[in-house]
């Protein structure tokens, strides 16, 4: 089972203007074929399948604790694509009768990918920067441990060029903070898939990396994530279980060439995460007949009923 916590896994900046091509952008991140819901379908599927856990539970316990972790992901990638097409936190008119003869959305006649507001209201979706749907053909799970763990290895390599092209596409500062962080994190998982696979076969992949070779030191959005040390961290996201891993991450193991030196380490838990921003209503998109102030009356009183 899964523990939820109301946080993002980090803070993000709140965007200075709305800038919904950047979330189109920002969606490859979600449904593209390296993207987080790839990472997360791929490890998810193959924990669930996993055979011999017992037996293998090191690396069983490897996959379902970087499962926890990629679900986090998507929902960061999520909120990010959702923070560009609404905009700056400001509050908004949300008492409803928009006008709606004055074409409130005109402008989503210049947006690359406008299915994101006519079909969902600016929010993200499972699919890629070109409104194509994420599809179970982007699972692998065979049910060999070294296959799917040579693949992981190979999907956290893909995701890697895959952020670094995004991030090279956009100026804002909220997606770039999200392919910032993720750059890093992405990197672990990587660096334990090659460990993981060193262990089984004796073959040093970890050698092999950074694959691309991505200087982390030349990216801003990624200094605080290296100077805290979250390049070396792998968490559990679990209070008891998957501690297991440390017999793959940790016994003295170091940081990649290249990254802040230290030793790798198995975290407890999960990180401490960032609020997760308030979406204003777009009360033009339920015109004529929204009715905010009655919702948020109801929402009120059953808010005061729960404390």
């Avoid at 293998?56 to 694509?81: K, M, Q």
């Avoid at 090659?194 to 073959?203: D, M, R």
């Avoid at 290296?226 to 793959?248: N, Q, T």
């Amino acid at each position: 089972m899964f523990l939820r916590i109301d946080k993002l896994q980090t803070e993000l900046p709140a965007p200075k203007r709305q800038d919904p091509n950047a979330a189109a952008a920002l969606q490859e991140l979600l449904g593209g074929k390296y993207g987080e819901m790839s990472t997360l379908g791929n490890y998810m599927f193959q924990s669930f399948n996993f055979r011999s856990k017992e037996k293998l539970r090191p690396f069983y316990s490897l996959v379902a604790a970087i499962t926890a972790e990629e679900l986090g992901h998507v929902e960061l990638v999520s909120n990010g694509v959702a923070m560009l097409n609404a905009g700056p936190d400001v509050p908004a008119n949300e008492k409803g009768n928009d006008d709606i003869s004055d074409a409130p959305f005109k402008g989503m006649q210049d947006i690359r990918l406008a299915a994101s507001f006519l079909a969902n209201g600016g929010g993200a979706l499972p699919m890629n920067s070109n409104g194509a749907s994420w599809n179970m053909d982007f699972v692998t799970t065979t049910g060999n441990v070294v296959i799917d763990l040579l693949h992981n290895f190979h999907l956290e390599c893909g995701a890697r060029i895959h952020k670094l092209r995004v991030y090279e596409t956009m100026t804002e500062a909220t997606g770039r903070e999200v392919c910032g962080y993720l750059l890093v994190r992405g990197s672990v998982h990587a660096h334990a898939y090659a460990l993981a696979l060193k262990q089984i076969t004796g073959v040093e992949i970890e050698k092999m990396l950074p694959t691309p070779n991505i200087d982390l030191d030349r990216i801003p959005e990624c200094q605080k994530y290296l100077a805290e040390g979250s390049h070396r961290r792998l968490y559990r996201f679990s209070p008891e279980d998957y501690k297991e891993v440390a017999g793959i991450w940790g016994n003295g193991e170091q940081a990649l060439p290249g990254d802040p030196p230290g030793e790798l380490e198995l975290v407890d838990g999960h990180p401490e995460g960032g609020r997760i921003h308030n979406l204003m209503g777009q009360t033009a998109a339920f015109s004529p007949e929204y009715a905010p102030e009655e919702m948020f009356e109801i929402a009120s009183k059953l808010y005061k009923k729960s404390r």
